[in-house]
């Protein structure tokens, strides 16, 4: 019999990204920039430019107005500061504020910040920190400030205004998951097999989202094996206070 295992595969990760993924954001609209080094310094800044020299510090201040027509529905800012996607650390990240504080982080792994869909002005004020990459941890002259330069190691690559489908969202999800759950069952085990063919289903109904989701209802329904693992999930806070960070940080 002919064994199609590892071009469904290749498939499901192609799709996913390429059909998948495309169908959680419905509209969007961009966002205007501002950058500088403090609040009271900020000039125009464009998508696609180059930003924050090494252990620096620089401020964005973005700015996009809510249609009537998104008033009620799930509306969210995307703010791709020039992430890699290796690690959500190691790299640039910033911090969310408005008058009263933090509001939250923005990394690789999150780069979403719900916002009021109520029509008008939405302003969002990002603390962004240009920390230098070390691969392997190798010597580079990136880790002292005083051999680090200043030609700016980030260029920007997002900052938009989506609206969120979240039944697309969830679909994206849960094949998600089966992808993995699947990709880590042995090649003999026959509930990988069958996961196979659960996930091609759903991806032949795409873009119908309910039917597609209602395709792998069973194979998410599935219990774990009796050997299975009991899990805790545990909330966790890792503050390094002396890593990657200046001291005025």
């Not at 190691?90 to 979403?112: A, K, S, Y």
């Not at 230098?132 to 938009?160: I, N």
């Not at 299975?228 to 002396?242: E, L, R, V, Y």
Request: hydrophobic fraction near 45%; include cysteine; aromatic fraction near 6%.
């Amino acid at each position: 019999m002919h064994d199609d295992r590892a071009l469904v595969e290749r498939r499901i990760a192609r799709e996913l990204w390429e059909r998948v993924v495309p169908l959680v954001e419905i509209d969007r609209a961009a966002l205007a920039i501002q950058a500088g080094p403090t609040l009271d310094r900020l000039t125009d800044f464009t998508v696609g430019s180059r930003w924050g020299a090494p252990w620096g510090t620089t401020w964005f201040r973005l700015t996009g107005e809510i249609p009537d027509n998104w008033a009620g529905r799930r509306v969210e800012a995307v703010i791709d500061l020039g992430f890699h996607r290796d690690a959500a650390g190691f790299q640039c990240e910033g911090l969310v504020v408005d008058d009263d504080g933090p509001v939250q982080g923005i990394h690789p792994r999150r780069t979403n910040i719900a916002v009021d869909a109520e029509p008008g002005v939405v302003v969002l004020t990002v603390e962004a920190a240009s920390n230098p990459s070390f691969p392997q941890f190798h010597a580079s002259p990136l880790g002292s400030p005083a051999t680090a330069g200043e030609e700016p190691l980030y260029r920007f690559k997002r900052a938009e205004l989506v609206v969120v489908d979240s039944e697309a969202e969830g679909l994206m999800h849960d094949l998600d998951v089966l992808d993995g759950l699947m990709r880590t069952l042995a090649l003999d085990d026959p509930r990988r097999r069958r996961l196979l063919r659960d996930i091609e289903r759903a991806l032949d109904l795409v873009p119908d989202v309910a039917a597609a989701r209602h395709a792998i209802e069973r194979a998410l329904s599935l219990p774990a094996r009796s050997s299975a693992h009991h899990i805790i999930a545990t909330g966790h806070a890792h503050i390094d206070t002396a890593w990657l960070w200046p001291i005025r940080e």
